[in-house]
């Protein structure tokens, strides 16, 4: 049994939201526990709101969490605020590579100098010659060529600042890898040289990855596990795959119903309609999807379904989720 | 007979570095109540197609080359004044980014209301009415008339353009990347919106997209764009079963679909060629592997492999 | 940046824009009449002459002479130095106190942007040029306070512009990686934030020296700050301001033009700096 490299127990963040009744908080993540093995590849999927894009700032310790705890190895990295574990030994183990449409890129630092900065305040190195050495050595292997390290950012296209931003991520050689949207502003056939890079990447410096992306197609070909999440909750997990083939709770299966797919044409699919319901004050004891799941019941009104598994290593959070065909029950 | 017709268009764009030739003999056409897919990457001109079926190209650009034709009017030869009445009326274009191509200080029903009163010619008292029955259409409630687009989801606004292109019941719809940056649900909600309202009200849609996936769930046909050119235009079946251009099968094998691997996942070699430069008669021989000299010599022509599919090529696959 | 792209922005930049390049010619002649002179200025500016005392402009004195016979050509260019020196000093502290304050209130919020907020609020209460005109008062007549007055006064403007773009730039995708790469908050903003804002600033800055020069001026004009007989163009346009009715109109005419000069070109200099500086039109 692998150890996990990033153990996250019951993580929640809750925002105060202005100008609603006292005390009303926005539940952007809600108990959330999510664990991410040496080497393993997860993904993290939801709609808009479902709170991918705090969990990221919560796994990569830019904010810290209301409640709830990240283990990285053996250490408890949320013991000490995000302020101090920026200073730690830890930061340079969990990196983030951004989206490259929201400007991810200093727009006055050169290439050179945006990969070298990570390594100056993290591994402390000072003598240029080797930042210089070690900059050269990581766009080589993200295959940026050498005349690209003195443009800057908008001089490259956009193909080529994706690879900035993942030199800048794994020049300081981190364990695990956020990536959140990486490809998702580029061109068809510049993201899949982008994907493969990202697939070598991880197996030639041995990281792990957390991936982000609302492209489930994408998140397939790279994840061997996906995690779903909905209204700041997790729904489903489960190996990539079965995710895919026999997703068991009903969002998700409206999720995958809904990505195009050429072959299926023909076909009538069902569709999920309306809007996801307030994240503000939520009530504890319905399921996130009542109201807009066609199963609703009773029970999903009055009661939370807890996450179950339900076959190997499949897990979802629904009174009624279809029990996996197959394999061990 | 098609609605849409567009016969060799080719379109300039005169910037301080120099002339970009964006677009080079585009020839597609729409038939009433039928959905055609123009897919590319960036800079492959689909957009600038868009634009110019709307004469909404900025003052730079020059068509210096071909006929667009819309129900038997001849759209390049049109006034200005002429154009603005067919703009809403007859033809409507939904953009991408929703949020921002709405007003953002105007209720989402005035702004339809706009439309109504502009291209519909209805009597003030109707107009109210008229929107709230527009926005129904798209499923929208009425209270919602009442509110401004900030406070919308991106979906919701999407459906708002949507409503307002669709008031006048024109006969002709472009959507440029309608649902970008919206979620996949609420694309697929979309979409399906977009093509029961074409099939019912014999709308020629004209999709334009950079997800091949998408344009091969809802599109009859699909034009491929590479470069300023129409590489290959099919019906879907064929284009994905017996794509015959060098680039879709090559864009077509770097799409990520649900049986995708990493480890077969195609790059396609090479860039787009500069549109400033003096260019070979075929954009994509430089980065094509079954290249041959005379491909760059030679003007390149249509081959008809059945009458439904078209591809721009010497050597078709 | 390389002295060779500096060199090379700047001629692409004015070459780009035929009034910026003119504004610029004019005021580097400002600075050389700023830093040489007393060298250059044909005759001695304080040298008065009862006999020659309002001359009108001719061969021997192009802008005439004022009321106490003294050569205005003169003076105006020695004026030079103390107006152009006085608003560049209080617009470079004025820059760089608000651009600090500025940042700190927009990066990390909170109390800091309240108080600083506040502090701001309680110099922008007062109409700006009766603020200078109390703080010269206070603190007694000479150049320095001048200076200390207009930066005081100009320091609103620097702050809450600061405050405004570090606010914009802050939750931005390359700030965040600054911080995933280590960087502590005083870093990400002196580092990766500042470098970004200087060219709006400088924008500013430059409109903002017209400003300073007027008011500069003013305080003189109304007899505060610098006295006679030091050449300064507010104080000769005071001067000369009485002869006007008379019909010596060269006593306020040549000094008022050099103040309207030296303002509109810094007001056109301003776009200019600001192409210059922007890394994205960088070549």
Redesign the interface.
Known sequence: MMAPLLEARSLSKFYPVKGAARGAKLHAVDDVSLTIGAGESVGLVGESGCGKSTMVRLLGRLIDPTTGQILLGDDDITAMSQARFASSAGRRRIQIVFQDATESLNPSFRVAQAIADPLQRLLDMRNAADIDKRVRTTAALVGLPEELLQRYPHQLSGGQRARVGIARAVAVEPSLLILDEPTSALDVSVQAVILRLLADLRDRLKMSYLFVSHDLNVVRLLCSRVVVMYLGKVVESAPAEALFTAPRHPYTRALVAAIPDPARRREARPRLDGSPTSPIDPNPNACRFHGRCAHSTDLCATTMPPLRAGGADHFAACHFALASTGGNP | MAQLEIDNLSVEFRTRHGVVRALESVTLSVARGEIVGVVG??GSGKSVTAYTVMALNDEAAQITSGRITMGGIDILAAQPDAMRQLRGREMAMIFQSPRTALHPIRKVGKQIEDVLREHAGLPSRDLKQAAIAALARV?IPERRAEAYPFEL????CQRVMIAMALACSPSVLIADEPTTGL???????I??LIRDMSRSARMSTLLIT?????????CDRIAVMHAGHVVEIAD?ESL?DHPAHPYTR??LA?????E???ET????PG?LPDLRSTLPPCRFSGRCERRQPICDERELPWTELTPTHLVRCRFPL | MSLATLARNTGYAFGENRLTLTAAIILALLALCAIFGPSIAPFDPLTTSAATKLAPPSALHPFGTDALGRDILSRVIVAARLDLGMAISAVVLSFVVGLALGSLAGYFGGWTDRIIGRAMDTIMAFPLFVLAMGIVVALGNSVANIIIATMIINLPFYCRFARAEVNVRRDLGYVEAARMGGNGSLRVLANHIIPNILPPMMVQASLNMGWAILNAAGLSFIGLGVRPPTPEWGIMVSEGASYIISGEWWAFMFPGAALVLAVFCFNMLGDGLRDLLDPRKRV
Do not use: K, N, W
């Open positions: 990457e960036s499923r989801s991106g979906g919701m979620d996949v649900t609420t694309q697929a909600v979409m399906d950079h997800d091949l996936g998408l344009a091969g769930e809802y879907t994905f090559q864009l770097a799409t990520p679909v649900p995708s691997r990493i996942l195609h790059s396609i860039q």
